[in-house]
């Protein structure tokens, strides 16, 4: 039986519904430890089985910490794959009114998410009527998800930038270049893997170039050699 036989549809649409309901069972608090448990807690069915987060615990929290205090109203990721980090910004960010995946379909360092996930993710707001999620699916580093993610932004600028897409030295500062411009003057701008050091990954190279032009922070289990997440703040104070 094929995957699009009524058969599968019907499986896949109780799959969804069941999900669902497991997933407004732990959206209980903004908390963030609340929130970073909730993903392990929850338990779907089908394709929507679980929400997958590439994160060192205590690195995360750090960087939400911040992110939460900062209270941004619009949030972009570049590089969403299993829905993780996203899930994060829309559960510890009530006050959030936009938030921006992009993710390449397929993409190298994951391999992004099936279209069918959109439904599952755009859940994780259910229970916020001012936010509004929206799914970019292209390259980040294309003029074309620029010009998406710049029609989704309207006049607002994004407060919160998270960068976990492509991971080569040429993609990240691709990235940072052209995604800064459309920040709002006091933005952060999140990294993750500044503590990789694997082939293929060259952020900690572009990190460690840049940061010494910014406020910043790292935040890396100590003895680590691998994820680390590090920040930027646009402006100093
Ligand atoms: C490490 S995963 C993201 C993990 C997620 N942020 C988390 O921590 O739960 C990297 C994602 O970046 C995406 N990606 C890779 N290159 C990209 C590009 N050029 N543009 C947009 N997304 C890209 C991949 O498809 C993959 O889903």
Redesign the pocket.
Known sequence: MGKDSIYEKLKDKAAFTLSKGKLKSVLTSDNIDVVLNSIKQYKGKGFYDKI????EYDELKDLCIRVQNHKPKVIA??????G??FYVWTRINPQAKKIIS???PD???????DEKRIKFFSEFSSDRENTSLSFIRG???SDSTVEMLKAVLGKDTIDFLYI???HTYE?IKKDFENYVRLMSADGLVGF?DINTFKDGYGVHKYWNEIKGNYKYEEFIKPGSRVMGNGLIYLRED
Do not use: C, M, P, V
């Open positions: 997958r987060l590439a994160q990721e570049i590089g969403t794959w299993n993780g980090t992009i993710d390449l993409g190298d360092y994951g391999g992004g998410y390259d980040s580093k976990d897409g492509d993609g993750h």
